[in-house]
């Protein structure tokens, strides 16, 4: 089974930087493509970012030039960075695997609000 340990949320204010990590367990993972989603209040699940095996990436519209998709094969984990954020990428942060394996994990939390 695949385990995501996601970490790094937290509050920031407007135009400020977070670096959100997700620990990854229990995968081939450096044949995996990844994903970070994220979830507002009383909204829908929403894609963020994609990384390929190779490292190819890609962003939704919202994020593009401002969030960077990354990962470290060795260590087993992809990290994505914020930047510039703004009050509309308040939401809980999920990593997962491409295609999407479950269960998820816990979320972080992200709070922009000044």
């Known amino acids: 089974q695949v385990q995501f340990v996601e970490s790094g949320g937290g509050l920031v204010q407007p135009g400020g930087s977070l670096r959100l990590s997700c620990a990854v367990s229990?995968?081939?993972?450096?044949?995996?493509?990844m994903d970070w989603f994220r979830r507002a209040a009383g909204k829908e699940r929403e894609w963020v970012a994609s990384?390929?095996?190779?490292?190819?990436?890609t962003y939704v519209d919202s994020v593009k030039g401002r969030f960077t998709i990354s990962r470290d094969n060795a260590k087993n984990t992809v990290v994505l960075q914020m930047n510039s954020v703004k009050p509309e990428d308040t939401a809980a942060y999920y990593c997962?695997?491409?295609?999407?394996?479950?269960?998820w994990g816990q979320g972080t939390q992200v709070t922009v609000s000044s």
């Open positions: 990384i390929t095996p190779g490292g190819s990436t």
């Open positions: 997962n695997t491409s295609p999407i394996t479950t269960p």
């Open positions: 229990g995968s081939n993972f450096r044949w995996q493509g």
